[in-house]
């Protein structure tokens, strides 16, 4: 028989598959993360690819058979999906079902029609942010901008005013507050309490949020003073309000998962006993799975049956929701992949053996790691999952709040200025009308703002906790 079975694979994944020196170690893992840079910035490769054969690469420059670093990389690829891939899904499932059902449309209208005048800018940074919970930055995106558009053009508003703090909350949504993508794979890797990360997430988030959107926007506004594109603005697309789901019943959906989810942490503090019921059940319903499983099955009804969705309309908007996101898993799994070929091939113990002679703090090391892979990638996925992978070994001894800080620092770092090689900068130059120039001004220092401010808050924190 050829060919290299489950058992093999899974034997070969276990300890270090390499007894290569610190000095062929480090030109290994700079050549493996050129290798991936490369790939996704000169030839445009599709970043789960690049990620494959960057790993790959990494074992061969580690001077580590092939058979072994497939291994690692098929082992951490399985247990990366297998860890957060269910909750991708459900994410999806549930931000289609609010948009779709007109819930999200709810939100905004039922907020916007309370906010006039300066309270606008602050009343688009809360839409962004609570919509952004359950929506990957993308999707927020598309969702918004018609939204931000109408209410800059009706209301007469410089459109930075109202647009960059939508963008800001989407972003440290994104960046800093589970059940995304980036903090889960994070929290995965480091091995960190959920509860407790999205608990600090939620509390570095807001003051961050704040001075990058609503404060912000007001510089942003004098740098590029432009109206609303006439021929992006579109209309809504929920044409009939009275299908609606109820404001009250959509809030209660999209913050259903948060609020199990800190419930239990809040039990874990307060009884941390494993044999109390009240523990057992916290446990249990505040894990994210069931969270957001709870949350989905609620917003079947209160966002789909609401809107007057039939169960065959339901089952067609989560059929639908499931197919976007294959690019994501895959990305995830493949970034989960080249993280555990970081470990097995020895770079954690390198970095523990080299950081002893640095005194740069972990939390700090941890920022610059994932800046430098944002900048070069242009991803704030694969910088995160990247450098959740290089410090995992620093996070062994750390206590619960430490490890939740070093995934904030990570996600901070993750979002630090997005330029050319970003999706997401093309994405805003283009729905806004602007020049690349103009882009850099706004888009860029904003996300440039939120990545600085966010580590001040979590080194702050660590001062304190």
């Known amino acids: 028989m050829t060919g290299l079975s489950v058992e093999t694979l899974a034997a ?46 990494l074992g061969v420059f580690a001077g580590a058979p092939l058979a072994k670093t497939i291994a690692s990389f098929t082992a951490g690829l399985g247990a990366t999906v297998a860890g957060v891939g269910v909750l ?39 839409i962004a942010s609570v919509i952004g919970l359950p929506l990957f930055f993308e999707v927020g995106i598309v969702l918004l901008i018609p939204v931000v558009l109408l209410v800059a053009k009706r209301g007469n508003y410089s459109l930075m005013r109202i647009g960059i703090p939508a963008l800001a909350g989407l972003s440290v949504m994104h960046g800093l507050v589970p059940p995304h993508p980036g903090p889960l794979v994070a929290i995965d890797a480091l091995d960190a309490n959920l509860g407790v990360t999205l608990a600090l997430g939620v509390l570095v988030a807001i003051p961050t949020v704040i001075i990058a959107g609503p404060l912000f926007s007001r510089y942003a506004a004098r740098w590029v003073d432009i109206p609303a594109p006439e021929h992006m603005i579109a209309p809504r697309p929920s044409a009939e309000p009275e299908h609606r789901p109820r404001f009250g019943a959509t809030v209660f959906t999209v913050l259903l998962p948060v609020a199990l989810m800190l419930v239990k942490a809040l039990v874990d503090i307060v009884v941390d006993d494993p044999t109390q019921p009240v523990q057992r059940v916290a446990d249990v319903a505040g894990s994210p799975m069931i969270a957001l499983l709870a949350a989905v099955l609620v917003g079947m009804f209160t966002l789909g049956r609401a809107a007057g969705f039939t169960r065959e309309r339901i089952s067609a908007t989560v059929e639908k929701s499931l197919a976007p996101i294959a690019g994501i898993l895959l990305i995830v799994g493949a970034g989960g992949g080249f993280k555990q070929t970081l470990i097995d091939v020895g770079v954690g113990q390198m970095i523990l053996d080299v950081s002893e002679n640095w005194a740069v703090p972990t939390l700090l090391l941890a920022w610059l790691i994932a800046v430098a892979i944002r900048l070069a990638t242009g991803s704030a996925t694969v910088a995160t999952i990247s450098a959740a992978g290089l410090v995992a070994p620093l996070a062994a001894d750390m206590s619960t709040t430490g490890t939740a800080l070093l995934v904030l620092a990570i996600g901070s770092g993750s979002l630090f200025f997005s330029h050319v090689n970003d999706a997401g900068f093309w994405l805003v130059k283009e729905y806004f009308g602007m020049t690349v120039g103009q882009t850099l001004k706004t888009w860029s220092v904003m996300e440039t703002l939120i990545s600085v401010v966010g580590l001040g808050f979590v080194l702050l924190l660590s001062l304190v906790l």
């Open 12 to 57: 070969a994944a276990t300890g270090p598959i390499t007894s290569a020196g610190n000095t062929q170690l480090g030109i290994a893992v700079l050549a493996g993360i050129a290798v991936i840079v490369v790939l996704i910035t000169r030839f445009k490769l599709h970043a789960f690819l690049a990620l494959t054969v960057g790993s790959l690469a």
């Open 88 to 126: 991708i899904a459900l994410g999806a499932i549930l931000g289609k079902l609010l948009a779709d059902s007109g819930g999200a449309d709810e939100i905004v209208d039922t907020i916007l029609a309370r906010a006039k005048g300066r309270a606008m800018p602050w009343a688009m940074v809360l």
